[in-house]
T-cell receptor, first 113, second 112 residues
């Protein structure tokens, strides 16, 4: 298996909802990443997990809560989001948390109403 | 802080023509990556450049790296419509372990 999968593909939520995004890879990669991408902009790093431990948090608001239950799975829990949080959320993985090539999943298109 | 700048940001080309996208970065880096993104889609890895003087080619695209000048180029030869997409360069290294810093992206449109 040589891909990163993400579910759901699309998500619409209200500002009071709680939802989660899921990312999975079975390539034996030990680093996983969450990025946020607004239209016509480059991806912005949110979190990095290396060997299931959070190694980078790019000052992301607490309404985004990452979780790495095991080396293959990465979740992003969402609560009390704002309309400006609407974006494409991309998950990526790499062999390790060093400067290895990152492979991206298809993304979740999130709309906050 | 590591900064990455691409130019041009918008590129409109005719089929069959050649052009180059430039990527400059501000501090010493370990690796440089080129990604392609189609509208509404994810990022597809094109090239990984590891060392000074590295050159890689795939089809009509060729990427090179000059670490002394802190410059990478993505050269397009005899463009075809299928190459229309957004191209990002990204640099790893700097002070944050595991972090990629992306350029602004170049939106390439190839016209018949």
């Amino acid at each position: 298996d040589t891909e990163v999968t993400q579910t759901p593909k699309h998500l619409v939520m209200g500002m009071t909802n709680k939802k989660s995004l899921k990312c999975e890879q079975h390539m034996g990669h030990r680093a996983m990443y969450w990025y946020k991408q607004k239209a016509k902009k480059p991806p912005e790093l949110m979190f990095v997990y290396s060997y299931e431990k959070l190694s980078i948090n790019e000052s992301v608001p607490s309404r985004f809560s990452p979780e790495c239950p095991n080396s293959s799975l990465l979740n992003l829990h969402l609560h009390a989001l704002q309309p400006e949080d609407s974006a494409l959320y991309l998950c990526a993985s790499s062999l390790s948390g060093t400067t290895q090539e990152q492979f991206f999943g298809p993304g979740t298109r999130l709309t906050v109403l | 802080e590591l900064k990455v700048e691409q130019n041009p940001l918008f590129l409109s080309m005719q089929e069959g023509k050649n052009y180059t996208i430039y990527c400059n970065y501000s501090t010493t880096s370990d690796r440089l990556y080129w990604y392609r993104q189609d509208p509404g889609k994810s990022l597809e890895s094109l090239f990984v450049l590891l060392s000074n003087g590295a050159v890689k080619q795939e089809g009509r695209l060729m990427a090179s790296l000059d670490t002394k000048a802190r410059l990478s180029t993505l050269h397009i030869t005899a463009a075809v419509h299928d190459l229309s997409a957004t191209y990002f360069c990204a640099v790893s290294g700097g002070t944050s372990y595991g972090k990629l810093t992306f350029g602004q992206g170049t939106i390439l449109t190839v016209h018949p």
